[in-house]
């Protein structure tokens, strides 16, 4: 009765490498997510602009439905696709960083790793908690010296 999930995650990992996609994480949700499929690939090409992540998806979602049989409606929507930001330096404590739009600078005093999109959550010098991605996108780091 179930679906053989070894089997599921062996040929959406080889249909996804064979279509040129790296860092591939194939996993299966457990519990009440028992029937979804979590699927991960690096950013390719740097990234793409979040205007053509949606045929980005579509792609990915395609040839992992039909790696594992999952083209009906119901099975494939529950497929969860995402990309990996490989094209960017790790944020640590201790690290500052200038706004590009207000020239104002803040120091990295504890990152929360656990929540968040993006891988975390930077918690600035003064307690204001702000997500990976909007650091990345709105502050710069000062260089030191």
Request: charge should be neutral; include cysteine.
């Amino acid at each position: 009765m179930g679906r053989d999930r070894r089997a599921e995650t062996i040929a959406a990992k080889k249909a996804l490498k064979e279509a040129g996609y790296t860092g591939i994480r194939v996993a299966h949700g457990r519990g009440t997510a028992w029937g979804w499929l979590d699927v991960t690939v690096d950013r390719r090409d740097g990234g793409i602009g979040p205007h053509k992540w949606h045929e980005e998806y579509d792609r990915i979602l395609g040839i992992v439905a039909e790696a594992t049989g999952r083209t009906d409606g119901y099975d494939r929507e529950r497929i969860n696709v995402t990309q990996r930001r490989t094209d960017v330096a790790p944020i640590d404590v201790g690290m500052k960083f200038r706004n590009i739009h207000t020239g104002e600078e803040r120091e990295v005093r504890d990152i929360d790793r656990h929540v968040g999109a993006g891988g975390g959550v930077v918690i600035w010098d003064d307690g204001v908690r702000v997500c990976f991605e909007n650091v990345r996108s709105h502050w710069r780091e000062v260089e030191a010296g």
